[in-house]
């Protein structure tokens, strides 16, 4: 199965200019973890998560109102192609320790696929709690 078959195509996107306050938004508004950060023209830049915003902007107390998600978002995020594997994209999940993976055809971010996604599918419900697994052990794993 591919990951197009999987993936949510009603992706919600921030711009890197918007503020983190739209992001919050937008996140709460959605029920959802993360945002692409798109450049104008379209192309992937990045990844806001709820997390980011915490720790990039509450936590160190700036005003979500007047910083830029650029500011606080993940950069160099991984990505997958409409046309992969489903189970490529769990080892990938895996093996990055994400839970989500903006998927991106000639630059352009087209849909998302989560962990969620794959476990819904029942056909990939084993791979997907395995990999939950393996992103779980290591973030409670003392370093």
Known sequence: ???????NP?????????????AARLLSRH???SLPVCSPD????????????VLRCIAVEDDPAQTPVRDV????CFTVGPDEDCR????????????????????????ILSLGDLA?????????SMALSEISENILRPR
């Open 10 to 22: 009603g992706v919600v996107t921030v711009s890197v200019n918007d503020s983190t306050a739209l």
């Open 73 to 76: 978002m993940t950069r160099g």
């Open 88 to 111: 490529e994209a769990t080892r990938l999940m895996a093996a990055r320790q994400v839970r989500r993976l903006p998927v991106v055809e000639q630059g352009q971010v087209v849909g």
């Open 31 to 33: 029920n959802i973890g």
């Open 120 to 128: 819904r599918s029942h056909s990939y419900d084993t791979e997907a």
């Open 42 to 53: 379209g192309r992937l830049r990045g990844i806001v998560t709820d997390r980011d915003i």
């Open 1 to 7: 199965m591919q990951v197009r078959d999987l993936m």
